[in-house]
């Protein structure tokens, strides 16, 4: 069944139809082409709204909805993220304006380049604490912190002071307890 003129597998009764509407809209986000991935039948792209996200894509959606600026300096930053791949840019921008960063070379399977460069594992799916520091970080959100939201996200977590911002606003909710 076709939901939408944009995307099949997008329908108005979904709670996130207009954020997915806007999105696209917005040049932020897109689907994928009804050649595979899409398994449809109908001609029409599909977005797969339950699909994890990988740190690639993060870093692209990031950019462009933060509209951080076109900063290539200093690039490339990242052994693992050649100039032909399609988040090179977005990676190198979201770098730049200091909204991500990767992990040291000389791990098991990422030996250092002769400039000691990070790898930044863009296929890996990104974590809700990560995505939430990208967010928090490439919209400005800065101010305190005055109170835990989750139980599971104390003020000692990584990630508390980004995770707090961004569900202070509505972005983010969390899962009932149990």
Not at 65 to 90: I, K, M, R
Not at 153 to 177: L, N
Request: hydrophobic share 30%; charged share 15%; net charge negative.
């Amino acid at each position: 069944p076709r939901c939408h003129d944009r995307f099949n597998d997008v329908c108005p009764g979904d709670y996130f139809y207009f954020a997915v509407l806007d999105l696209d809209t917005a040049h932020v986000m897109s689907g994928y082409d009804t050649i595979p991935p899409c398994i449809n039948g109908a001609e029409v792209p599909c977005f797969k709204p339950y699909n994890n996200i990988t740190r690639g894509q993060a870093a692209k959606i990031i950019t462009l909805g933060a509209n951080l600026p076109a900063n290539p300096e200093g690039a490339p930053h990242f052994t693992d993220v050649p100039t032909t791949s399609a988040f090179y840019q977005f990676i190198e921008y979201a770098y730049n304006a200091g909204v991500i960063n990767g992990y040291p070379c000389g791990g098991p399977g990422e030996p250092c380049d002769s400039n000691n460069r990070a790898y930044y594992r863009p296929g890996n799916d990104v974590t809700r604490g990560q995505l939430s520091k990208m967010v928090s970080t490439g919209f400005g959100y800065n101010e305190p912190v005055v109170a835990q939201t989750f139980e599971d996200v104390p003020p000692t977590s990584t990630f508390y002071a980004w995770i707090e911002r961004i569900a202070q606003r509505g972005i983010i909710g969390g899962y009932q307890c149990g």
